[in-house]
């Protein structure tokens, strides 16, 4: 990945476990060096709303 290596968190959701919902790259390339913080995921297919998924990452940051 020209990024560098991702990594994944997965998140509960209503019972429901989404593995790898939510990547980062904690070390992108330099070329990629703007993507350093941020996160990111698919909201397509997910069975949850984009909204609700990010209610649910922000709250476990939150916690962490």
Do not use: D, F, H, I
């Given at each position: 990945?020209?990024?560098?290596?991702?990594?994944?968190?997965s998140l509960l959701i209503n019972g429901e476990m989404l593995t790898d919902a939510v990547w980062y790259y904690p070390d992108?390339?330099?070329?990629?060096?703007?993507?350093?913080?941020?996160?990111?995921?698919?909201?397509?297919?997910?069975?949850?709303?984009?909204?609700?998924?990010?209610?649910a990452y922000r709250s476990a940051l939150e916690a962490a």
């Open positions: 990945a020209w990024k560098g290596q991702a990594s994944y968190y992108p390339k330099p070329e990629a060096e703007m993507v350093r913080g941020r996160v990111a995921y698919a909201s397509n297919g997910a069975p949850q709303s984009a909204v609700e998924l990010e209610r």
